[in-house]
């Protein structure tokens, strides 16, 4: 007995680690230069500019701006009894020394992975416009995209000690219709970075000699972190859940923690 697995899996790696089952992008996607195009696509990978993989094409032609022409690679597990459990083999490869007999190179993997039923090409995000459907759709649905541009993001007036709850509702009614764009990949969601974003970042977490700057809220943000001082954004990824592993509050990502 064989069972399609019907969700989208994405691995997170960062730190100078390349996926090689299942395919990481490094956040490539259809670039046809050994260099990615955006290191700032969807997440930070703190990889150099050479590695990872592309998305493939579905057909001989290129699947160009039709999501529905993307070859996404599908796994298949086996029946539910315990002597027919499926294995998906992972493997990486480090580039920097990893090992438990040197002390000083000896490291910690995490895989961490988020799940989102994948759906059919009728589910995928295809147009701007304003209904409620495809806001949702745009803002939540995770997808390669066709462009290598990073998503935007609109934040609240800078001379705003306070966001009003009408405030917030423009602007993020703002984000949905111009902002985000269906035809840019995206993993985590808008809602997601805006808590991230405008949420205190834990004061007891390592942050070495950095000084990291109280903004217009009153507080340091999640956002920004010690390896993360000037509150870069990529993707959608909140960088304080990031860098901070197991993290203090609750998280998208599924984890394997193997020492």
């Known amino acids: 007995m064989q069972a399609f697995i019907t969700f989208t899996l994405i691995l997170f790696v960062h730190g100078d680690i390349f996926m090689t089952n299942p395919r990481g992008s490094n956040n490539r996607l259809n670039e046809k230069s050994n260099n990615r195009a955006n290191a700032n696509r969807l997440f930070d990978s703190q990889n150099n500019n050479k590695g990872g993989y592309n998305v493939g094409d579905r057909f001989a032609e290129e699947a160009g701006n039709d999501p529905a022409k993307q070859y996404q690679i599908q796994y298949y597990e086996s029946g539910p009894q315990l002597e027919e459990s499926s294995k998906l083999i992972i493997e990486w490869a480090n580039q920097h020394g990893c090992g438990s007999k040197n ?4 490291c910690n993997i995490v895989i961490q992975y988020m799940c989102m039923n994948n759906g059919t090409d009728a589910n995928y995000p295809k147009t701007q416009s304003g209904t409620v459907e495809e806001q949702k759709k745009r803002t939540d649905y995770m997808r390669d995209g066709v462009s290598t541009n990073t998503q935007d993001y609109s934040k609240p007036l800078q001379r705003l000690k306070k966001e009003t709850e009408a405030l917030y509702k423009e602007r993020m009614t703002e984000n949905r219709n111009k902002h985000v764009r269906f035809d840019y990949g995206l993993h985590e969601s808008l809602i997601w ?9 834990n ?3 390592f942050r070495a000699d950095q000084q990291l700057n109280i903004e217009n809220v009153g507080y340091v943000p999640s956002h920004k972190t010690r390896q993360n001082a000037n509150g870069n954004r990529r993707g959608f990824e909140c960088p304080e859940e990031r860098d901070y592993y197991p993290y203090w509050q609750p998280t998208l990502q599924g984890n394997y923690d193997k020492d």
Do not use: G, V
């Open 193 to 201: 970075y805006d808590m991230c974003r405008y949420r205190e970042a």
């Open 203 to 205: 004061p007891r977490l």
């Open 103 to 106: 002390r000083k190179s000896k």
